[in-house]
């Protein structure tokens, strides 16, 4: 916890930072949860691929093929390499919600090696964004599997007082996030995941919210899959992640049909290429897996430890500043202890929607709602939050600002 | 400051103390969601001889829905369904006027006071829901009574 | 047939232009059919909303987020524009391989309004490429619905002659491409959606190879559902398009679920958002999308109609050239009639992937193989082809180079 | 000319007149496809006391696939299971050095021809489905074998 990031540097990296919010208010962009502003380096790297390297993959023996091929497969070796797995186990999707729906679609595909059918379990949480959960509410519908879930405590933690009946033979997939988007509380995932294997299921890690501020390492974890989304991880917007070890992936059936995943094709069949082509159909989002990269670069290079360590640093005060404030209250974990720089909380009596309202016109960028996480939300009571996320481009002076315009929002509505 | 145009007194008022807001009980109810932010309206409303004798709404929703909820009662009860949509036509063109229009007072009377919503495109639909629930709800409650007769 | 693009000046639009290929060669880039080149218009849109509008769409009332709802909203109603239809009905996918996907996944789904079950017929055509024909596939194997199509004839045009045959009362689905991505025929579809609609099927149609190129305006071709790719027509990568009549979307069942599709959610149970947010799960290619609209600007400054003649004059030189390279054969349409700028020719006795290398040493960049429509390579009685595709950037000395490269193939392995 | 270096005289004389393309009738028989064009590949071998006795192939391919498989087969031929798979090994590692091997020549024969081809990534694959396609024969053909002992 000592390590403090450079981040005036860091700041200037991030064009956005550049221009100015409503009235002359520098940018205080605290809704990294939702999604991550860019360096220069990203932005580069998607428009120098269009500059020089621009074809279809895979597709030509020419020249400007031979470098988009380049360009792509290095982009998922870069990915590997960060996530510590082999190449052929990276998947290059759409979006976090693409790979959790390509998973949920295969295991519920009786030619897939591993499937549900009827009885089967799908275990979940009630801290699941919705990304993680409707693909699973609709493969137990089209399956006749059953949904089960560990309860959220108020603090963010899961209930596992109750694993054994949760966890049962039964179980055939758990799906779990490694990082609560709304609390910030990271769940004590170790007993699920041993819990899981035990009985031979699969663990999905939903890690949108920990693979871009704090070091994973999926073999460490011992988990199965894991997805997450580019544009959070400082890259571009349409790419995302599905790593899975290379074994399942083998055995799995793909979601999306077309050019690129066949080994052969007829009128009427088709066979499949190997993992990771099989579930790459069609032109692939290349310029972006490029990008992606270079944001992943990034990040190693301010070290993913230390932007961790950085991001509890600013909970910290934001934590001792906000509970200063009367009438405003903190949800979730009250400490630093399991939980990463993500803080929701709600001031008495006002909507949260009209208290980022308030926020915004101080130049600071805040989430309200219900996050994509309705479940949750209903579950601590409120109609909705009012979200702070800190990165790697946040400082002491963007809290004290967010500090000043909650309590601003407050005596805004109380005064009148 | 540029929230004042946002949050105008009248909108406060309306806010604290809303009107028609109770407990929805009439045949005819619809239910809205703003799947953005969660917001809920639950509302009834009876229709005789065309005129809209009864509206009754509940909900959970940001200052600036639940005063237009409360502002759209005042402004339909008692109306003709035909004068109350064309009430909601002239506030939906004042919506979507990112701020160019300053809304008819004779027409829109305390609705005018959310003219100032239109330059905040985020919250339009905020603004907008309790009317889409009426709308909804109105068409339900004239077809029926035109079946009736 | 009069109009003369100034590709001169449309050149200078395209930055990778100014790099030089093998050898110090220009680039002489026809490979359109696989991927269009990035005017710079298109380049700088994309970044342009990295540096001044990144947030999560949708989901935020401060002004970065107001300003990505506004790009991306406004990139949903250029693409309208651009096909003259309905913003509503615009959804942004990732592909046109997605779009399909998502079409073969609703009509799988006996939730839609409008589903196929055991016995129903599915009819496509010998022309489709993989991304228009697999989907199909795997939709009858999980429903028991029955493929059927129309053969592609030795011009590249489809036999019609047993259309009553292949079209009947069971028919639920006709999904056809717009022209053939090998051969540039242009089938003549207009019977086929009288047919489909006569007997209550809808009709899908493939625009990949013809919205870039041409004028297409779905409601005067009278047709339900297209799809075509970004990335073909001076978009970014990673972002297609699916357009569907309002009334049937709204009858129909996503693909994707996760986040911003939604009504209302519980742990066990979700309901749809309208389209076309329905079919948009998760945080969207906005950067993609808002890029794409600046493409199809680009294209509409131009004119759809003067691309088109000029592809069709840069194909009168190519067939007249390549007809008098002996041993050259050139398959699929001989003429101008009903085809647009795109050439599949064999050398006598060569293979295409040899041919290309040596093209390539010219700087001319051609696809070779089974173009990702390998029923109609066989059909064609081929191994593959060597194909060039032409578009807005080509002028006649690149159709000279590629004369030159092509009887260079021939003569290099000759003479050895 | 860069070409002449992927497209040497050996390998031209080899995709002219292939050595052992036939029809392969053995009885262990594999089938590879290279997706990305479409080339094909149809393989038969045996192995008797651990040494390659037989091998056919047959297929549709560029001329590199078509040279690389002849090559391939005239060096397997005769050598034991033990020794095509290190030749193999030594191939393989030529065809992923991007230039920078020139390939032993007492280990690879004809095969160093097939150097150049490292130089243009998009034609490895072709270089390599012969012989892809005999380690996959091979390994079966060799558990076969030891299974019958
Ligand atoms: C006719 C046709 N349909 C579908 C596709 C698939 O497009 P994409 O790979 O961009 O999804 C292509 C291009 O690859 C095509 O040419
Ligand atoms: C925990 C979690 N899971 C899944 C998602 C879905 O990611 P995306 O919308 O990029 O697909 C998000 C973010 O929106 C998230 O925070």
């Given at each position: ?416 | ?33 703003n ?30 829905s639940?005063?237009s909820?409360?502002?759209m ?15 909601l036509?002239?506030f939906s063109?004042?919506m ?21 919503v ?6 339009v639909k905020c603004a907008l829901l309790g009317w889409m629930a009426?709308k ?14």
């Amino acid at each position: 916890m000592k390590s403090v990031l450079d981040v005036a540097a860091i700041k200037a990296d991030f064009p956005i930072f550049e221009q100015s919010m409503r009235g002359a208010k520098r940018l205080v962009f605290l809704d990294s949860g939702a999604t991550s502003q860019k360096p220069r380096s990203v932005i580069e790297a998607e428009s120098n691929f269009y500059y020089t390297s621009n074809a279809a993959v895979h597709r030509g023996s020419y020249l400007l093929a031979e470098r988009a091929s380049e360009a792509f497969d290095g982009a998922r070796s870069d990915v590997a390499d960060f996530l510590g797995v082999g190449s052929d186990e990276i998947i290059f999707t759409k979006s976090a919600t693409e790979s959790l729906n390509i998973l949920a679609y295969a295991f519920g595909n009786p030619r897939s090696a591993h499937h549900v059918g009827p009885g089967d379990e799908i275990v979940l949480s009630e801290l699941e964004h919705h990304a993680n959960l409707i693909p699973w509410q609709e493969l137990a519908k089209r399956t006749g599997a059953v949904l089960k879930w560990f309860s959220a405590r108020e603090d963010g933690s899961l209930d596992l007082s109750n694993i054994s009946s949760v966890i049962t033979e039964k179980c055939k997939i758990v799906a779990i996030t490694h990082q609560s988007n709304v609390l910030g509380s990271i769940p004590n995932i170790a007993p699920i995941i041993s819990a899981a294997h035990a009985v031979g299921a699969l663990f999905v890690l939903d890690a949108c919210q920990s693979v871009p501020h704090m070091p994973v390492a999926p073999r460490d974890l011992g988990i199965d899959f894991l997805a997450f989304s580019g544009h959070k991880a400082l890259g571009p917007t349409g790419v995302g992640v599905l790593w899975g070890k290379s074994d399942l992936l083998d055995g799995m059936q793909p979601m999306l049909f077309g050019g690129s995943m066949i080994e052969s094709v007829t009128m009427t069949d088709a066979t499949w290429a190997d993992a990771p082509k099989r579930f790459e159909a069609g032109v692939p989002n290349m310029a972006q897996a490029v990008g992606l990269a270079a944001g992943l670069k990034y990040l190693q290079s301010v070290g993913l430890e230390n932007i961790h360590n950085w991001e509890l640093q600013l909970t910290k005060r934001a934590l001792d500043g906000l509970r200063e404030i009367a009438d405003v209250k903190i949800l979730g974990p009250q400490t630093l202890e399991d939980r990463g720089g993500v803080i929701s909380f709600v001031i008495d009596g006002l909507h949260p929607h009209d208290v980022g309202q308030v926020m915004d016109q101080f130049g600071v960028a805040v989430r309200t709602g219900h996050h994509c996480a309705w479940p949750l939300i209903r579950k601590l009571g409120v109609s909705g939050t009012t979200r702070a996320s800190f990165y790697l481009y946040n400082d002491m002076s963007d809290v004290d600002v967010l500090l000043e315009s909650v309590t601003a929002a407050r005596d805004y509505f109380r005064k009148r | 400051m540029e929230l004042d145009s946002l949050y105008q007194e009248v909108i406060l008022d309306h806010y604290k103390n809303p009107h028609h807001k109770g407990l929805p009980t009439g045949e005819i109810q619809v239910h809205h969601v703003n799947p953005s932010c969660g917001d809920e309206i639950t509302l009834s409303l009876a229709v005789t001889n065309g005129i809209i004798t009864d509206l009754v709404w509940d909900g959970v929703g940001c200052s600036i829905s639940q005063a237009s909820s409360s502002i759209m009662s005042d402004l339909v009860l008692g109306k003709s369904v035909d004068a109350a949509f064309s009430i909601l036509d002239e506030f939906s063109a004042l919506m979507a006027s990112k701020g160019a229009m300053v809304g008819n007072e004779d027409v829109l009377e305390d609705a005018i006071a959310l003219a100032g919503v239109s330059k905040f495109p985020a919250r339009v639909k905020c603004a907008l829901l309790g009317w889409m629930a009426f709308k909804d709800a109105a068409i339900q409650a004239d077809t029926s009574w035109r079946r009736e007769q």
